[in-house]
Structures are given as C-alpha cells and as structure tokens.
C-alpha cells in the first residue's frame, strides 16, 4: 500500500497475480493494522480491518499446539530474535502444511527451518 516502500512494486505484481485465498493468522493482524497505521494513517488501518471483516482474508486462529510451538521456536531461535508473530506464523504454516509465506522479513523467514518442508518458499 506505501509507494515509497522498496518492496512496492514486487509485492502489488505479486497480489495481482494471486487467484488463492491469502491465510492471515490471527497473530499478524496487530502487526498489520500497526505498520499501516504508522506509515500510512488510520484511514490505511481502517480499510484493512473492513477488508478483514468484509472477509477478502482467511483469519485462522492459533490452536493450542501452536502455542507451543511458537514458543519452541522462539527457543530454538533466540539468537536470531525471532519473535512471537514470526513464530506464530511458522507454526500454523506447520499445522496446515502450508509451504509459501507472504513476507517481506527475509532475516526470519529464511533461516527458520519448519517441521513439515526443509524451508518455507517466501513471496514475493
């Protein structure tokens, strides 16, 4: 949604191009609606929470293995920082077998080693 984002051009050619359902874990929408709101307004946050509600995204909630999980990998990762949500995410990427991830955090995403591929294919 930022123009001046260096990331801009890659991830818009790469939502255009996408035809499946975009998986939100619950854990991401904080995030999300932070970064917009900080760089964007409360109007960019806001648009993003009425497209979470209008449902043009599939929420999935953390189950309570991947609570535990995510703090697994927290420990496994601790020096490379890896947080909560990042974690979060690894671990429902886990549980539904979910082999791409949206994300621009290549630091995180690319060093994490899930249980279920030898690594998580990063878009865009």
Known sequence: MDLRDTWHERVLA?????????????TTIPEIAYLLSKR?????EAHFVRNVA??????????????DRA?????????LGLGFVDAS?????????VREVA????RHFSVVRPRHVERLR???
């Open 40 to 44: 964007l307004g409360a109007r960019a």
């Open 103 to 106: 994300t621009t955090d290549r």
């Open 89 to 97: 995410v690894v671990a429902v990427a886990e549980r539904l077998e």
């Open 71 to 79: 703090a697994s990998l927290m420990e496994t990762y601790s020096d």
């Open 14 to 26: 790469w939502w255009e191009e996408q035809h499946a359902e975009i998986v939100l874990p619950v």
């Open 122 to 124: 990063l878009f865009p």
């Open 54 to 67: 209008d449902e043009e995204f599939v929420v999935e909630p953390l189950e309570p293995a991947d609570w």
